[in-house]
């Protein structure tokens, strides 16, 4: 992940367009003649490789005779060919290349392979970063860029647009100049070679002019890399996501998940909205375009009717919206306006005949309702009033409120005019209740996201104490005999490890007894048979409701057992209850290895014949809560019963997901079935499979880093208790109050000019961080009644290929002097040095004596330059340079 020499990408000061005779026209055409209408204010040179060539279209240069590099070139020409134009730009100083697509060459997959690999090896030595091949382009409407072959020029806006797909970014520019929709940046990555999303979502998480983002791919990058470019991109933009449904190619694999719920479960835990048609992509844009932050979810629905508006409340508590409950008060006002003996309800539904002028009153009634958190309106023809008019009156109330009021116009051509009205106001217009509801609901589901993007879990259990050394032991066993799977004791010592809860089945002998351990514990029961020599197989009944049942399905059993397993005998049967003493329905609990986002957590109903819910690991109890609640689980159970089998189930979830963190050698476990009792959950069927591993990898195996626990230290400093430990999202305000604490001459030391107040993103973006990329270490102290407070802070940035690091540190001003600042060093150098960082740096102002002689005291070495001090610390020898992924 690098967002190295992308600025030469999006923000060039020069750009050239080098094609062949072979590759001219078409590409080449299209992108010099868009270059010169978009009225882009740097150079562009039009430049040919060759010595001859027949690229026609004015004057150009041969690559040698450029007198000054380009910051970035569009190269048009055949993909073979395009190494040795790397090499050539690279050494003259441009820093980006784009690689159109070559459309008339035709290539073997082995020399396609072959060429994308020579085009790597040639950018790789001078870090020229490679858009392509195949690329369509990009625009940068704010700089009238457009090295593109849109024949739109994108309005500028304040979203990015990243695309997989050409065809789409067309259609979408085109769609948004007719809504007057604009746009940072568009960018067609195609075959991502070099620059994938996960690059390009880096930039625009720090790009000032991109406050939205939209992305339409089909596949992620490496999926660590992909979760962690996704999550700071989301952490203070929103980012909405195109990516349909797509079929499961998976030859020889059997996986208990679909790809696209793995998908669907990374988005929801990167804050991203998923949506899944190209009119969901339009209604997006212009969404992001218009709408306000949303302050809760509780909607209330306004109508001139009440049939539109009962589709639209009944659309939303459909799909789990929640309605907003009149204010006695806001009743009171709307009384006046209602005209009828009935108190005014929600959907609210005015009179037909209700002026403009009412029109808004009514909505400033309900904007002043604190328990209102936005508005829906829904017109359908009026002979009473012209939707146009209405229109403006809604956008007049829109004008007096910061909550947002989406509106809805029912109809044909009459409400055409009304919508255009509408969205000229700044408002959402749509045409069909249902699309609204549709909007609103994903803003609202953008909002939970975001509550799953600031869970942190801990890499270290919390809420209880698993038996490491025990659980170490089963799986040390198992591999040392050479096993794949870990016998059933062995399994059961595991899972008892990690407060697991695990229940042999019942033997019986024969058929009699299995009848007699049927009536004993009572119906409906599960069946399997046992097979000579414990084969393992899948050959077993469920939900068997009497003995007649039990006798006819033995004998298929057996049937099926003489077919598939020749020549074994059938040494008895092993009989459990179907259901759980609770009433609930058994499940299907387990692990299974996803090829993009590795370990992935999944839960369904027991046999696998129902879809899983599935979540990425590492998990707490609010992630873990959230995935049992979206299954509905528990929905069949006792209300008095309900909250604690939900409980249950997360505690499970919770320690399957911490036994995944400590214990690298399982690959893969399926719990089927599982009961969920008040008591807790109890395992009745088990496979675990374990392998070798040559080093310990822990988390680092799940796409998502947790909270590292492990650097927590307690300490104690000048007499005062404190706590070093990484930063979590709800340091926000402590860290608020030591940077508005500071002196103004610490605060010019730390920050190289005066800084009492952070903007509240750029807290966010220091406090929500990715552990995988970044580590800041707070000195925290509490008081006797609980408040914490921040005493200092330090922090390193570590670039992609973990060759270098930047620090930074700050101590509050009534406290420097003390030694903090060494102890807070000391713990981030020796953080750096075991995460394989290459050399740690910072630059410190010239007159800041105190900084420059405790780098002096850790061993950094100094380097004085005009204003400021430069400050190296070596840890490791340089890796060889390359990708990370």
Not at 117 to 123: C, F, P, V
Not at 248 to 276: K, M
Request: proline share 6%; with cysteine.
């Amino acid at each position: 992940m690098t967002v190295r020499n992308l600025d030469f990408l999006f923000r060039p000061r020069s750009v050239a367009v080098v094609a062949e005779a072979a590759e001219q026209g078409c590409y080449a055409d299209v992108v010099l003649r868009n270059l010169a209408t978009g009225g882009f204010s740097g150079a562009v040179t039009q430049v040919t490789a060759k010595k001859h060539s027949v690229f026609g279209i004015g004057a150009h240069v041969h690559l040698s005779e450029l007198v000054t590099a380009p910051d970035h070139s569009i190269v048009c020409a055949p993909l073979r060919d395009v190494a040795g134009i790397v090499v050539e730009l690279g050494g003259r100083g441009t820093r980006a290349v784009i690689v159109g697509p070559s459309l008339r060459e035709k290539l073997s997959e082995t020399q396609v392979a072959e060429a994308r690999k020579a085009i790597l090896d040639a950018a790789r030595p001078q870090l020229v970063r490679v858009l392509g091949p195949g690329s369509g382009g990009l625009l940068v409407p704010a700089a009238r860029l457009n090295a593109s072959v849109s024949p739109v020029m994108a309005g500028r806006g304040k979203i990015a647009l990243v695309v997989q797909s050409a065809a789409i970014a067309a259609a979408a520019l085109d769609r948004a100049a007719s809504k007057g929709i604009g746009f940072s940046v568009v960018v067609h990555l195609c075959a991502a070679l070099d620059i994938d999303l996960a690059d390009v979502l880096d930039w625009l998480a720090e790009d000032p002019e991109t406050e939205a983002i939209l992305v339409q791919f089909e596949v992620a990058p490496a999926g660590r890399k992909f979760m962690s470019a996704a999550r700071a991109a989301a952490r203070n933009k929103p980012v909405v996501a195109m990516r349909g449904e797509h079929l499961d190619c998976r030859q020889g694999q059997s996986l208990p998940f679909r790809s696209d719920d793995v998908y669907e479960a990374a988005l929801r835990r990167a804050g991203w909205i998923r949506i899944d048609t190209l009119e969901d992509l339009f209604d997006a844009a212009a969404a992001m375009a218009r709408v306000r932050p949303l302050r809760g979810e509780r909607l209330a629905i306004v109508g001139n009717g009440r049939g539109l508006g009962r589709i639209a409340a009944t659309t939303l508590l459909k799909y789990g919206g929640r309605l907003a409950r009149l204010a006695p008060q806001t009743a009171q006002k709307l009384s006046g306006l209602m005209r009828t003996g009935a108190p005014p309800d929600n959907p609210l539904a005015l009179p037909p005949d209700l002026s403009p002028a009412g029109w808004t009153a009514a909505l400033e009634a309900l904007a002043a309702d604190t328990g209102i958190d936005a508005m829906l309106t829904v017109y359908s023809p009026s002979p009473f009033a012209a939707g146009t008019e209405v229109a403006a009156a809604i956008g007049a109330a829109a004008a007096q409120t910061a909550k947002n009021i989406f509106s809805c116009w029912v109809g044909g051509s009459a409400m055409q005019e009304a919508q255009q009205v509408a969205a000229a106001k700044g408002l959402l217009a749509h045409d069909s209740p249902e699309k609204a509801i549709g909007i609103f609901l994903g803003i609202v589901n953008y909002e939970r996201n975001r509550e799953l993007l600031l869970q942190m879990p801990p890499s270290v259990a919390e809420e209880f104490l698993p038996d490491l050394d025990g659980a170490r032991a089963a799986v040390a066993e198992a591999l040392d005999a050479g096993a794949g799977m870990l016998p059933p004791r062995a399994a059961r010592q595991l899972l008892l490890a990690y407060g697991i809860e695990s229940e042999e089945a019942t033997p019986a002998g024969n058929i009699d007894e299995a009848v007699g351990a049927a009536d004993a514990s009572g119906y409906p029961v599960d069946i399997a048979l046992a097979l000579a020599s414990d084969v393992e197989h899948a050959l077993a009944a469920r939900e068997l409701r009497s003995p007649e049942d039990i006798r006819i399905a033995v004998r298929g059993l057996r049937a099926r057992a003489r077919k598939e397993f020749p020549g074994i005998r059938v040494s008895g049967y092993r009989l459990r209850p179907s259901i759980a003493r609770s009433g609930l329905p058994a499940l299907r609990l387990g692990v299974a290895d996803d090829a993009v986002f590795g370990p992935v957590i999944y839960l369904g109903e027991a046999g696998g014949e129902s879809r899983n819910r599935v979540v990425l690991p590492p998990l707490n109890r609010r992630l873990a809560m959230d995935l049992v609640a979206r299954g509905g689980f528990a929905r069949e159970a006792a209300e008095d019963e309900r909250e604690t089998l939900e409980t249950e189930l997360a505690t499970v979830l919770v320690r399957l997901s911490q036994l995944l963190t400590d214990i690298d050698e399982i690959t893969a476990i399926e719990l089927d079935p599982i009961h969920v009792e008040t008591t807790g959950v109890v395992a009745r069927g088990r496979h675990i499979h374990v392998e070798k591993r040559g080093r310990r990898v822990g988390f680092r195996r799940f796409a998502i880093r947790p909270y590292p626990k492990e650097l927590e230290q307690h300490i104690d400093w000048r007499g005062r208790k404190l706590l070093i430990r990484p930063i979590r999202p709800e340091d926000e305000t402590t860290l608020a109050d030591l940077i508005a604490s500071l002196d103004p001459e610490d605060s010019r030391m730390r920050f190289f000019g005066t800084m009492r107040k952070l903007p509240r993103s750029q807290l966010a973006r220091f406090t929500q961080i990715d552990y995988d990329r970044e580590i800041a270490l707070v000195a925290i102290e509490r008081d006797d009644y609980g408040v914490e407070r921040s005493l200092g802070e330090a922090r390193m940035v570590a670039d992609p290929d973990n060759r270098l690091a930047e620090f930074a540190i700050l101590v509050a001003s009534d406290v420097k002097g003390g030694g903090l600042g060494r102890r807070l060093m000391e713990s981030l150098i020796d953080c750096a040095r075991k995460r394989g960082i290459g050399e740690l740096h910072g630059e410190t102002l010239s007159e800041n004596q105190r900084m420059q002689d405790l780098a002096r005291k850790l061993g950094f070495t100094l380097k004085t330059g005009p204003g400021v001090v430069e400050m190296h610390l070596p840890l490791h020898p340089p890796a060889p340079l390359g990708r990370t992924e």
